[in-house]
């Protein structure tokens, strides 16, 4: 009976989100900008009551025995909560994504054709850790025109509540009604989501390899996946060494227990006796503990060797598998066979091997001697992002307000029926582009 009520009671949150996302779809690009600055505002006036609560969850997980690379993403400092609310104000500064105009045709004179950007509806973001996340998806929906249904991890549940309590107040000042953001909280809540099909039009699950596999395997509606992060970095035999060493120590340190850290490094033969002493020893400096093939550890006898199930894990900690390679052609074996197809970089001075890499390696980025944690919204200058989609499909990658809108095909003649246009004496379309 209390499921039932409970679902009873989810249906008439996404009945409500579903209604304000109406509303929201047609409002005027600077009422969406004024409400994203409200938000900005109110999450500011709320800065110590959103701090204190996320304290108390990282005491609480950290109690719990929370996995040391979760906990990282749990931590929100002022610093992380400020440059979220840059975030906000940076999608503000964005154009509009609803209501462009990607075809205007005459199919003949007086019937005109046009396809327009539209918001997608009501988005589910189901998501662990990282409370920020819920700032940047938030500011994003209502820019894109889209109410939005969030279900944080338990382990962030007090910083979630105080950021969506925080949004809703700003909204309530504004033309954007505060029931175009909800928060569930219990974990029952997620597979009644799964079940909403009729009211919800995309999930967008952030999490493990497993996770998102399951959200996959229980719902109807349509899933935006992201989920392991194994990214690569290949260091070629036309690298610049000095360069390799800098973007490897970034690319894996800079923030571990990101997606977009590297968590393989692959370099080639002929250049492993001089790089691989030089990295290790620049990695080891900054405690990252090194895993390595069977060459690799007749070069750095001291470091534990890698196995089959090292190539496959995403460690999103201090962690770096190394693999020595034959050629290029090898590397992007390795890569399209154990990688994500999240990012993966090369570094080399061969522009010819830049363009078999980019032209081989299947991942959502590819990038030429540069760290693999420029892989991100905001970077991209998308102002935040959503998720990160490593689907062939698009869209794909860091997502942001172009892959939250879909279109329709609006259509205008003036009596006009298709029984002019076939037979013996059909009328030809013009399908002329209009300007």
Request: glycine share 8%.
């Amino acid at each position: 009976m209390t499921v039932l009520q409970d679902t009873s009671s989810l249906i008439a949150i996404a009945q409500k989100t579903r209604q304000a996302a109406g509303k929201l779809a047609i409002l005027s690009t600077d009422a969406k900008n004024q409400a994203i600055e409200a938000i900005a505002q109110a999450l500011e006036s709320s800065q110590h009551e959103i701090l204190q609560a996320n304290i108390a969850d990282c005491q609480r997980a950290a109690a719990e025995g929370i996995a040391k690379p979760l906990y990282k993403r749990l931590q929100l400092d002022e610093h992380k909560l400020r440059d979220a609310i840059a975030g906000v104000r940076d999608v503000g500064k964005l154009a509009d994504p609803v209501g462009q105009v990607q075809i205007h045709r005459e199919l003949d004179t007086g019937l005109t054709l046009k396809r327009i950007t539209c918001p997608l509806g009501v988005l589910g973001i189901i998501f662990e850790a990282r409370p920020e996340a819920a700032i940047q998806i938030v500011s994003l929906a209502i820019k894109s025109g889209n109410g939005v249904i969030l279900k944080g991890g338990k382990e962030a549940i007090r910083s979630c509540e105080a950021i969506v309590k925080a949004i809703k107040q700003g909204l309530s000042h504004t033309e954007v009604s505060p029931d175009v953001v909800q928060l569930l909280t219990t974990r029952e809540e997620t597979r009644e989501l799964l079940n909403l099909d009729k009211y919800v039009d995309l999930i967008i699950p952030r999490g493990s390899n497993s996770f998102v596999q399951f959200v996959q395997d229980n719902t109807r509606i349509p899933v935006l996946g992201h989920a392991d992060g194994i990214c690569h970095l290949y260091i070629d035999k036309a690298a610049d060494i000095a360069k390799a060493i800098q973007v490897t120590v970034d690319a894996k340190i800079q923030y571990a227990a990101a997606c977009n850290a590297i968590e393989t490094l692959l370099i080639h033969q002929s250049i492993a006796a001089e790089f691989l002493p030089k990295v290790a020893e620049a990695l080891q400096d900054v405690d990252v503990a090194l895993k390595g093939d069977q060459r690799t550890s007749e070069i750095l006898p001291h470091i534990a060797p890698a196995t089959a199930t090292d190539w496959e894990t995403e460690y999103s900690d201090l962690i770096l598998s190394i693999k020595i390679v034959d050629s290029i052609e090898q590397a992007i074996a390795h890569i399209n066979e154990y990688g994500s197809r999240h990012t993966d970089g090369i570094i080399t001075e061969d522009l010819a091997a830049v363009e078999t890499f980019f032209g081989l390696v299947n991942a959502a980025g590819v990038f030429h001697n540069c760290s693999t944690r420029f892989s991100d919204g905001f970077r991209y200058g998308f102002g935040a992002e959503v998720g990160v989609s490593t689907q062939q499909m698009p869209p794909r990658g860091p997502v942001g307000l172009e892959g939250l809108v879909t279109y329709k095909y609006q259509m205008t003649g003036d009596g006009h029926i298709v029984a002019t246009y076939t037979g013996e004496n059909a009328k030809s379309f013009t399908h002329q582009d209009l300007v």
